[in-house]
């Protein structure tokens, strides 16, 4: 995600990582009585959240977070507070995610910066034989996806994603549910989401330029001058984010390869607009995708920023329909003759998302949201958000693994 004018040294000088030193391989096997030393990138809402996470797994995993690193000064103090707090020890404490990455004493990171930070922190860290939990959606670029991908499986690292609905029982049994013809060939797969508040709306008054480390923030995007918005609104901005597609529809989309078996899509085509909130942003507060895939169904999302008429999650089949909001399934739209039972989905027991990682650090086994998975919601939430962008059709190219218009 590197502009063209940043060469690879300015890219780690912002990082902070030094430039042209070698980075020892860590390849070890983890006792059962060794602690796990964990750093975390990025210590905002989402961040302090997975810090939560591990501090209430310290005992039962033998875990402990020992370094921290924020861009704005309030966050990375108040970061290295709770984590002083949680695990009675200070942590080392950064700006510059390249610092983390390179320490000894880390075995592996946690990702939770705004989006276009994800994937690149993620290769460095790779790189660097550390194992690695990244926020999502996973990337915003196909190529650097796949590179993170290969970089994974030829240094056998342990990647999980935060798309924790595959740690969730209900979309299991679904995916149980329709693996027995439950509801007969699947066509459709519809969901919505929406809301009417502006929760992104976050306090930029106390965001002062000489409390963040505004270089670090840009690492690899263009040199802009300093914006509080743009740190502590970055989800409205195309240069942090693409939008709604990445922001919300990767976990539903994901959670539609769950219950399929799918993989990628073979087009995308999206609309949307800026049609209420006026407030600067450069995407949409509406936004409707449709994706066609080869196992022979379409998937159908939209988002709407304007209206609170709820959310639903319905699977179409030949014999059926199930609505896995309400975890309930009828005969309603099925063929007459073969349409199915009223019932109820009783889903499998949910899985904690961050233990499963922690679990995989040490077993060496893939998580349940393996990089793989990542890459495939990636790219459709990639085309997705391309086709709105463009106005046309896009396609993926398996074998290449590329994105195209067609």
């Known amino acids: 995600m590197k502009p063209a004018s940043m060469s690879r040294r300015n890219f780690l000088a912002a990082s902070g990582m030094a430039v042209g030193a070698g980075i020892a391989l860590n390849g070890k096997v983890f006792g059962a009585n060794e602690r796990l030393s964990i750093g975390v990138i990025g210590t905002g809402d989402r961040g302090t959240s997975l810090m939560s996470d591990i501090a209430k797994l310290k005992d039962s995993h033998n875990v402990a977070i020992t370094a921290v690193c924020d861009v704005w000064r309030p ?65 915003l670029e196909v190529d650097a996806a796949v590179e993170a991908v290969d970089l994974a499986r030829s240094r056998e690292r342990v990647v999980q994603v935060g798309t924790q609905r595959r740690s969730e029982g209900r979309w299991k049994a679904a995916r149980d549910f329709l693996a027995g013809e439950g509801l007969g060939p699947v066509t459709r797969i519809s969901s919505s989401v929406c809301f009417n508040h502006p929760r992104w709306a976050r306090d930029v008054s106390n965001c002062r330029e000489e409390e963040v480390d505004w270089d670090a923030y840009l690492f690899n995007r263009p040199k802009v001058a300093f914006d509080p918005n743009l740190l502590r609104r970055w989800h409205l901005y195309r240069m942090c ?28 085509v999206a609309l949307g607009g800026i ?123 398996r074998e290449q693994r590329t994105i195209y218009a067609g």
């Open 75 to 139: 966050n990375l103090e108040a970061a290295a507070g709770r984590v002083e707090r949680w695990f009675d020890a200070r942590p080392a404490t950064t700006t510059r995610f390249g610092e983390v990455i390179a320490r000894d004493d880390i075995d592996a990171v946690v990702i939770a910066t705004p989006d276009f930070g994800h994937t690149p922190i993620m290769i460095e860290a790779l790189k660097a034989d550390k194992d690695v939990y990244v926020e999502k959606p996973m990337s």
């Open 241 to 268: 984010t693409n939008g709604l597609s990445g922001l919300w529809m990767c976990h539903l989309l994901d959670a539609a390869h769950i219950i399929t078996g799918a993989t990628y899509p073979n087009s995308a």
């Open 275 to 397: 049609y209420v909130w006026k407030d600067g942003r450069e995407h949409t507060d509406v936004f409707h995708a449709l994706l066609d895939y080869p196992e022979g169904f379409l998937f159908d999302w939209s988002m709407s920023l304007t209206n609170a008429a709820g959310n639903r999650y319905n699977i179409h089949g030949r014999y059926g329909t199930m609505d896995l909001d309400r975890l309930s399934y009828t005969g309603d739209g099925g063929e007459d003759g073969k349409k199915i039972e009223s019932g109820t989905l009783l889903p499998l027991p949910d899985e904690n998302h961050m233990a499963n990682w922690l679990e995989c650090l040490r077993s060496r086994e893939r998580p349940n949201a393996d990089i793989e998975f990542g890459l495939q919601h990636s790219v459709a939430t990639i085309m997705a958000a391309q086709a709105l962008d463009t106005g046309q059709r896009m396609k993926y190219n």
